[in-house]
């Protein structure tokens, strides 16, 4: 298994992904051809925002809420998107349509404020409306993504509070969640879990974090992690089924000694945890509730 393949993000190489066709600011490039400006806010500062999302079946999982997340975070740091929600799911349709593309595909709609007169900071130096990317592809995720688990190292890297960096923001900036990883992969772990301010479990550096305790589902507050749509799914889905589930501070101690660990996020949906800090999760209570979470969020996908 190479290192890309140790990753919660993990998938499956498809020879498809080298002919399709981005969108960039109202035009189809080839993936070579595919560029913005060196003065584009979103390559000088990490300026913007962005969606991950997948088709299945045909339909766009849980659309309304990511086109809801998008243009909130655009308002929340005043960015002019430069087309209505609807005009923005036509450039999306219009996308995979180009690329012929029904089933098996992640999209990533990116959003910069635009390209800059000069290389700075002021947003009152943007002399261009919005940079608008949609890169789609056909993803599967790897088996190996999923077997075995994946391992975990709790990172000196806190996530942040909404004073300093708020991750309800879908930001192009991630600078300290990279960092968080670096830390995780040269400790020889997959992903990097990461502490909130006060100590407590928060989330992962890309993904969101549960484990099981006994019959309950616990996960944090929501203060200091991501806005996670599969997180949500999952804790909607999992009360649906009359399991218990706890929005709730916890510790890594927690956290060590908890039954079952699973990662969530919109490529990887549940990846499984086999390890924490050197810790093996040793589900000493038998407990069924991943394979049970994992069997309702196909059937959601599916739904579709």
Known sequence: MN????????????????????YVDGEFKSRDDAKVSIFDSGF????????????????????????????????????DLGVSRDEMIEIIKKTLAE????DGVHIRLMVT???????????????SK??????????TITPESKIGGRKLFTSTFRCSGPDVFDLRLNSHSRLNLIQALIQAINAGAD????????????????????????????TSTGHYNFNGITHKTVMELARKAGITVRE??????????????????????ITPVSNIDGHTITNRNNSEMIEKLTQLYEEYLNSY
Not at 3 to 22: C, F, H, L, M
Not at 115 to 125: L, S
Not at 198 to 215: E, K, L, M, P
């Open 248 to 269: 709730k501070n916890y510790t890594l101690a927690e956290a060590y000694s908890a039954d079952q660990a699973f990662l969530t996020g919109t490529l990887g949906g």
């Open 130 to 139: 919005a940079c608008i990317v949609v890169v789609a592809e056909y993803k």
């Open 191 to 218: 992903e990097a879990l990461m502490l909130d301010p006060n100590g407590f479990v928060a989330s992962c550096n890309s993904t969101n974090f549960f484990i099981v305790r006994g019959d309950e589902l616990w």
């Open 3 to 22: 290192n890309t393949q140790r990753s919660a993000q993990a998938y499956e190489g498809d020879p498809r992904n080298a002919d399709v066709k981005i």
């Open 113 to 127: 404020r635009g390209r800059k007169e000069t290389p700075n900071q002021d947003p009152r130096f943007t002399i």
């Open 44 to 79: 000088v500062l990490g300026d913007g925002v962005w969606e991950g999302m997948r088709l299945v079946n045909g339909s766009l999982v849980a659309l309304d809420q990511h086109m809801t997340r998008l243009f909130q975070g655009a308002e929340a740091i005043s960015l």
């Open 99 to 102: 690329n012929d593309m029904h």
